[in-house]
């Protein structure tokens, strides 16, 4: 069993707090993601479960186990790095090979998991070249490689992929999904990019400013997000937050954009939204692919309205759609065949039942 | 169920903690003992007799009484001490400023050929600098020799000379300074080098793209990119000219009446061959200053290129 | 090409244009040839001349003819030189401190420069610090004061410290370990920190990290280092000038100037050929490894 547990985990830097006392779950075998901007913590989160920082305070377990005060290499664990730390002075086989070397494994049994590990990575062939002669995307699997070969408890990732291009991280992206699938390690990967979190997590846990925003599922996060960040920091483009207002009574309320753009809420979130009429720091959600061209059948939640578009971005399967409301650019997903052209102007539909409305002063979803 | 075991195991906590705090002080502890071998030879052998020399320059000559500063007043009074700090000064400025021109000329043309041929070129005019100077110094005075020197030789057609390289003051002056300029031109050739090398080409590009001459180029693209390395390596030459030893030592001897003695070549004659160590440690004392300014200097300009990279 | 400058009027001034362009360049590649020449002339004449000297027998040196011709080559005076047991007495001692300082100078500095560079203790960085000013403390400041601190541990402790060549192998350190100590705190600083990081997980020990790791990663860099401590060794005059005096325990620069220029009487033929093999051995070592050489040089300004 290699659960991860985290309580109560604080890092202060000097007098910089740099992780602000948080908790985390992580079960065994499971692929959870630490995502957030640069500076939120999440590296640092990373570097105290392998024990390259100390902490300051709170307690890491790793199968059950405290290990505030156990050195590296006792944990247990693998870690692989972003410029992937490949020692350059020894061949594949040997940086794959040093760690159990070090650890006094018998000869044979290292060349057996070498192996094996090279199989799974299919670098079998790669084995005697040195780091120098190998491209990106081949140095990554020796670096993960060096870590499957150590069968470790926990799998550690520090931003694996972001010295790679574009093309080679989306391909880099599925290898180790797959390769999760074959050895089922526990794994915390850290990445700034979200699509990388929601695409090869199990859980995702975004963090911001040294907390937690929230963990869960990439899909829970994506669809019911539950703070102004973690509303606007997953999905791209990003979340459109506008400035709103509440208004009506009863069973009819109104979001104000505008003087001129009012849209319905839809029925079932009413009795949600009715403590708010009237409120001032109102955000009105919505992400771009619900905000469309106007179809013939429109849904009973979908609304209608006119504006005029300043920029198109054709993306080939769909045109963006910018245009200025109160001073704020919202984007809008269409077909490219609904004519969406600069400085023209077009009939969008907005999916009520698919939009949030956040509190700017708490940062919370209502 | 992870709860559980987690508190269970945290009980043994506080203990462990310190076992890591331990652990952090060994670290630090391992390092201290590392470097301790550097630390002990520092003190031992560089710090200590730096600060025993202000001791030792303030002591008489038999060095049985603590005298204050009767040694440096004595210094004051004497000519040939403040010979040697002009010798000294003229030494070191112009030998620095003539290596740094040579260095710089020659680096350009180095540059300006293809790149091919740039190893070669190099690996011969570095020579003077692999050579110990002690050794080259003693082929100039062969060719400084006053009955058969070579160079005479070379000027008798033309009805010059023959010149007395080391035997008048102004000449004799010219020539240590010719010969350290020799010694030395090559190092900033090969730092001068190596700075142009890390220019980029594209600015060299957009210069002449923008209409620059070449002397602009230079003036506005060379130069302000290698200021520092030019910086450092004249501050540090100045350290190691003014403190020059072997060429003088070799050549002139201080020669003729002690006009060409710098303040290392002077307190060697004072301190060892006169037995006066006292005064030999004060004459000796007078290169701190200046070597103090430069060395400020250099370290601000390194921190300085550590913070740009 | 040829037929677009005949056929538009338009291509033919560009052409010309190109033309005293590329006319430029082969002008200004004549000049940088012409100069490098004078200043090769310049840099080579003194190491030229000590070897024409060294081939010539002493009637031709006092001769009045051309002293840049060897008009009768003989290898005498280094046959005479080499059979010399003083002169190779001098060449051991060179050797011997050379080589001792190198080794002593380099366990301290790369093991030092580890511990600045990567583990850190409290005023590590001062010191780092403190290690470049003792490089910029020249010798001709040190020599006196250390010369009547050899002559108390000899008065008090009765250890015989002065005229003896192997009280070299203490003094060159001095000149040696800082400026090795900074380069190679720049080699290691330039090493990645996750590679220790890596290693820390692979589970190796600060000492397994410096020997498996930093050691063949900078390998280069201790190269440079060892060069420059040997060449420095070799070269450093002032020491033995002023720490031995009996002619058993000179080194060789010292053991030329003194034994050979006796009075008036300069056997110049001799003292050309033992200067010039005197300037051998860092000749040599910087003809094979001229890259090592110079990377040593450039790196205490460009890598701290």
Same mark, same amino acid.
């Given at each position: 069993?290699?659960?991860?547990?985290?309580?109560?985990?604080?890092?202060?830097?000097?007098?910089?707090?740099?992780?602000?006392?948080?908790?985390?779950?992580?079960?065994?075998?499971?692929?959870?993601?630490?995502?957030?901007?640069?500076?939120?913590?999440?590296?640092?989160?990373?570097?105290?479960?392998?024990?390259?920082?100390?902490?300051?305070?709170?307690?890491?377990?790793?199968?059950?186990?405290?290990?505030?005060?156990?050195?590296?290499?006792?944990?247990?664990?693998?870690?692989?790095?972003?410029?992937?730390?490949?020692?350059?002075?020894?061949?594949?086989?040997?940086?794959?090979?040093?760690?159990?070397?070090?650890?006094?494994?018998?000869?044979?049994?290292?060349?057996?998991?070498?192996?094996?590990?090279?199989?799974?990575?299919?670098?079998?062939?790669?084995?005697?070249?040195?780091?120098?002669?190998?491209?990106?995307?081949?140095?990554?699997?020796?670096?993960?490689?060096?870590?499957?070969?150590?069968?470790?408890?926990?799998?550690?990732?520090?931003?694996?992929?972001?010295?790679?291009?574009?093309?080679?991280?989306?391909? /880099?992206?599925?290898?180790?999904?797959?390769?999760?699938?074959?050895?089922?390690?526990?794994?915390?990967?850290?990445?700034?990019?979200?699509?990388?979190?929601?695409?090869?997590?199990?859980?995702?846990?975004?963090?911001?400013?040294?907390?937690?925003?929230?963990?869960?599922?990439?899909?829970?996060?994506?669809?019911?997000?539950?703070?102004?960040?973690?509303?606007?920091?997953?999905?791209?483009?990003?979340?459109?937050?506008?400035?709103?207002?509440?208004?009506?009574?009863?069973?009819?309320?109104?979001?104000?954009?505008?003087?001129?753009?009012?849209?319905?809420?839809?029925?079932?979130?009413?009795?949600?939204?009715?403590?708010?009429?009237?409120?001032?720091?109102?955000?009105?959600?919505?992400?771009?692919?619900?905000?469309?061209?106007?179809?013939?059948?429109?849904?009973?939640?979908?609304?209608?309205?006119?504006?005029?578009?300043?920029?198109?971005?054709?993306?080939?399967?769909?045109?963006?759609?910018?245009?200025?409301?109160?001073?704020?650019?919202?984007?809008?997903?269409?077909?490219?065949?609904?004519?969406?052209?600069?400085?023209?102007?077009?009939?969008?539909?907005?999916?009520?039942?698919?939009?949030?409305?956040?509190?700017?002063?708490?940062?919370?979803?209502? | 169920?992870?709860?559980?075991?987690?508190?269970?195991?945290?009980?043994?906590?506080?203990?462990?903690?310190?076992?890591?705090?331990?652990?952090?002080?060994?670290?630090?502890?391992?390092?201290?003992?590392?470097?301790?071998?550097?630390?002990?030879?520092?003190?031992?052998?560089?710090?200590?007799?730096?600060?025993?020399?202000?001791?030792?320059?303030?002591?008489?000559? +038999?060095?049985?009484?603590?005298?204050?500063?009767?040694?440096?007043?004595?210094?004051?009074?004497?000519?040939?001490?403040?010979?040697?700090?002009?010798?000294?000064?003229?030494?070191?400025?112009?030998?620095?400023?003539?290596?740094?021109?040579?260095?710089?000329?020659?680096?350009?043309?180095?540059?300006?050929?293809?790149?091919?041929?740039?190893?070669?070129?190099?690996?011969?005019?570095?020579?003077?600098?692999?050579?110990?100077?002690?050794?080259?110094?003693?082929?100039?005075?062969?060719?400084?020799?006053?009955?058969?020197?070579?160079?005479?030789?070379?000027?008798?057609?033309?009805?010059?000379?023959?010149?007395?390289?080391?035997?008048?003051?102004?000449?004799?002056?010219?020539?240590?300074?010719?010969?350290?300029?020799?010694?030395?031109?090559?190092?900033?050739?090969?730092?001068?080098?190596?700075?142009?090398?890390?220019?980029?080409?594209?600015?060299?590009?957009?210069?002449?793209?923008?209409?620059?001459?070449?002397?602009?180029?230079?003036?506005?693209?060379?130069?302000?990119?290698?200021?520092?390395?030019?910086?450092?390596?004249?501050?540090?030459?100045?350290?190691?000219?003014?403190?020059?030893?072997?060429?003088?030592?070799?050549?002139?001897?201080?020669?003729?009446?002690?006009?060409?003695?710098?303040?290392?070549?002077?307190?060697?004659?004072?301190?060892?061959?006169?037995?006066?160590?006292?005064?030999?440690?004060?004459?000796?004392?007078?290169?701190?200053?200046?070597?103090?300014?430069?060395?400020?200097?250099?370290?601000?300009?390194?921190?300085?290129?550590?913070?740009?990279? | 090409?040829?037929?677009?400058?005949?056929?538009?009027?338009?291509?033919?001034?560009?052409?010309?244009?190109?033309?005293?362009?590329?006319?430029?360049?082969?002008?200004?590649?004549?000049?940088?040839?012409?100069?490098?020449?004078?200043? #090769?002339?310049?840099?080579?004449?003194?190491?030229?001349?000590?070897?024409?000297?060294?081939?010539?027998? +002493?009637?031709?040196?006092?001769?009045?003819?051309?002293?840049?011709?060897?008009?009768?080559?003989?290898?005498?005076?280094?046959?005479?030189?080499?059979?010399?047991?003083?002169?190779?007495?001098?060449?051991?001692?060179?050797?011997?401190?050379?080589?001792?300082?190198?080794?002593?100078?380099?366990?301290?500095?790369?093991?030092?420069?580890?511990?600045?560079?990567?583990?850190?203790?409290?005023?590590?960085?001062?010191?780092?610090?403190?290690?470049?000013?003792?490089?910029?403390?020249?010798?001709?400041?040190?020599?006196?004061?250390?010369?009547?601190?050899?002559?108390?541990?000899?008065?008090?402790?009765?250890?015989?410290?002065?005229?003896?060549?192997?009280?070299?192998?203490?003094?060159?350190?001095?000149?040696?370990?800082?400026?090795?100590?900074?380069?190679?705190?720049?080699?290691?600083?330039?090493?990645?920190?996750?590679?220790?990081?890596?290693?820390?997980?692979?589970?190796?020990?600060?000492?397994?990290?410096?020997?498996?790791?930093?050691?063949?990663?900078?390998?280069?860099?201790?190269?440079?280092?060892?060069?420059?401590?040997?060449?420095? +060794?070799?070269?450093?005059?002032?020491?033995?000038?002023?720490?031995?005096?009996?002619?058993?325990?000179?080194?060789?620069?010292?053991?030329?100037?003194?034994?050979?220029?006796?009075?008036?009487?300069?056997?110049?033929?001799?003292?050309?050929?033992?200067?010039?093999?005197?300037?051998?051995?860092?000749?040599?070592?910087? #003809?094979?490894? /001229?890259?090592?050489?110079?990377?040593?040089?450039?790196?205490?300004?460009?890598?701290?």
């Amino acid at each position: 069993m290699a659960q991860v547990t985290l309580r109560k985990v604080v890092k202060k830097y000097d007098e910089v707090l740099a992780v602000r006392g948080i908790d985390l779950d992580i079960a065994d075998k499971e692929f959870v993601v630490l995502v957030g901007p640069s500076g939120c913590g999440k590296s640092t989160t990373l570097r105290m479960i392998a024990g390259l920082e100390e902490i300051t305070g709170g307690d890491i377990a790793i199968g059950g186990d405290v290990v505030n005060d156990v050195p590296p290499k006792d944990r247990d664990i693998a870690m692989v790095f972003q410029n992937y730390a490949l020692y350059p002075h020894m061949n594949v086989y040997e940086n794959m090979s040093f760690g159990l070397k070090l650890k006094r494994t018998p000869k044979n049994v290292i060349d057996q998991r070498v192996r094996q590990a090279a199989q799974i990575l299919d670098i079998t062939e790669l084995l005697d070249r040195k780091p120098k002669q190998l491209s990106g995307g081949q140095r990554q699997r020796v670096a993960m490689g060096r870590a499957i070969v150590r069968d470790p408890k926990v799998f550690l990732f520090d931003e694996p992929l972001s010295n790679l291009d574009a093309k080679l991280r989306v391909q /880099m992206r599925t290898e180790i999904k797959k390769v999760h699938q074959k050895v089922r390690t526990t794994t915390v990967y850290v990445t700034h990019d979200q699509i990388e979190a929601m695409t090869l997590a199990d859980r995702v846990v975004v963090m911001n400013g040294g907390n937690i925003e929230q963990v869960g599922p990439p899909n829970e996060l994506y669809h019911s997000p539950r703070t102004k960040f973690v509303a606007g920091f997953i999905g791209s483009p990003a979340m459109n937050l506008i400035p709103c207002q509440i208004e009506g009574a009863g069973d009819a309320l109104t979001i104000r954009l505008s003087d001129t753009l009012s849209l319905a809420v839809p029925p079932s979130r009413v009795a949600r939204y009715r403590a708010h009429v009237g409120k001032p720091n109102l955000l009105f959600g919505l992400r771009p692919e619900h905000l469309t061209e106007t179809r013939q059948h429109l849904e009973a939640d979908m609304q209608t309205f006119d504006v005029k578009l300043d920029v198109t971005e054709p993306m080939g399967m769909e045109t963006l759609v910018y245009f200025n409301l109160n001073g704020i650019d919202v984007c809008g997903r269409v077909n490219p065949n609904a004519g969406a052209r600069d400085g023209t102007s077009m009939k969008l539909c907005a999916d009520m039942a698919n939009m949030h409305l956040i509190d700017d002063k708490t940062e919370l979803v209502l | 169920m992870a709860d559980i075991t987690v508190r269970s195991a945290s009980i043994g906590s506080p203990d462990s903690r310190s076992s890591l705090h331990k652990l952090m002080q060994r670290k630090s502890t391992i390092a201290f003992l590392m470097a301790l071998p550097l630390i002990l030879l520092i003190t031992v052998l560089v710090a200590y007799p730096a600060g025993y020399a202000v001791y030792l320059a303030m002591l008489n000559k +038999s060095m049985t009484k603590f005298v204050w500063f009767k040694n440096f007043d004595f210094l004051f009074t004497r000519d040939t001490f403040w010979m040697v700090v002009y010798q000294s000064c003229l030494f070191a400025i112009t030998a620095v400023i003539f290596k740094a021109l040579i260095g710089f000329i020659v680096a350009h043309f180095v540059h300006n050929i293809p790149s091919k041929g740039q190893r070669k070129w190099r690996g011969m005019l570095l020579v003077p600098w692999v050579i110990p100077p002690a050794m080259s110094t003693l082929a100039w005075l062969w060719l400084f020799d006053p009955s058969y020197s070579a160079f005479n030789w070379l000027l008798q057609p033309f009805g010059l000379g023959p010149i007395p390289w080391l035997g008048e003051t102004g000449w004799a002056r010219f020539s240590v300074i010719l010969v350290n300029v020799w010694v030395g031109a090559p190092f900033f050739m090969i730092m001068y080098l190596a700075a142009l090398k890390s220019v980029p080409e594209q600015l060299y590009e957009a210069a002449a793209i923008d209409g620059a001459t070449w002397w602009q180029r230079i003036w506005y693209v060379t130069l302000p990119m290698m200021r520092n390395i030019i910086a450092i390596t004249a501050l540090f030459s100045t350290i190691v000219t003014f403190a020059n030893f072997d060429i003088v030592r070799v050549l002139t001897k201080g020669d003729p009446l002690n006009t060409t003695h710098l303040f290392g070549t002077w307190a060697f004659r004072l301190g060892i061959e006169s037995n006066d160590i006292p005064l030999g440690s004060a004459v000796s004392l007078f290169m701190v200053p200046i070597l103090a300014v430069a060395a400020v200097f250099i370290l601000r300009d390194i921190t300085k290129r550590g913070s740009e990279v | 090409m040829a037929d677009a400058a005949v056929t538009s009027p338009a291509g033919a001034p560009t052409r010309a244009r190109y033309g005293s362009m590329s006319r430029d360049r082969r002008w200004a590649l004549r000049w940088s040839y012409f100069f490098l020449i004078l200043f #090769a002339i310049f840099f080579l004449t003194p190491p030229i001349y000590m070897f024409i000297t060294s081939l010539k027998t +002493s009637q031709e040196i006092s001769a009045e003819i051309n002293p840049w011709w060897v008009f009768n080559p003989t290898l005498n005076n280094y046959i005479t030189l080499l059979t010399q047991n003083i002169f190779l007495k001098f060449f051991l001692n060179s050797a011997i401190v050379a080589v001792c300082t190198v080794t002593i100078t380099m366990c301290i500095s790369v093991i030092a420069a580890f511990s600045l560079a990567r583990m850190k203790f409290w005023g590590s960085a001062t010191l780092a610090t403190g290690v470049f000013l003792t490089y910029l403390v020249p010798e001709t400041l040190l020599f006196i004061p250390l010369f009547k601190m050899f002559a108390w541990v000899n008065e008090t402790l009765g250890i015989q410290l002065m005229n003896n060549w192997w009280t070299l192998i203490i003094l060159y350190p001095t000149l040696t370990v800082p400026f090795c100590t900074w380069i190679m705190i720049g080699y290691f600083a330039s090493i990645p920190k996750e590679l220790d990081e890596a290693a820390l997980i692979d589970g190796a020990t600060w000492i397994q990290t410096l020997t498996k790791i930093f050691i063949p990663v900078a390998l280069p860099g201790i190269i440079a280092a060892t060069i420059f401590c040997f060449t420095v +060794s070799w070269a450093q005059f002032l020491y033995p000038l002023a720490f031995t005096t009996s002619t058993s325990e000179l080194v060789l620069p010292v053991g030329i100037i003194t034994t050979l220029i006796k009075g008036d009487v300069f056997n110049w033929g001799q003292i050309m050929t033992g200067a010039l093999l005197g300037a051998a051995p860092p000749l040599i070592i910087y #003809a094979f490894l /001229m890259d090592y050489y110079i990377a040593g040089l450039t790196a205490g300004a460009t890598k701290g």
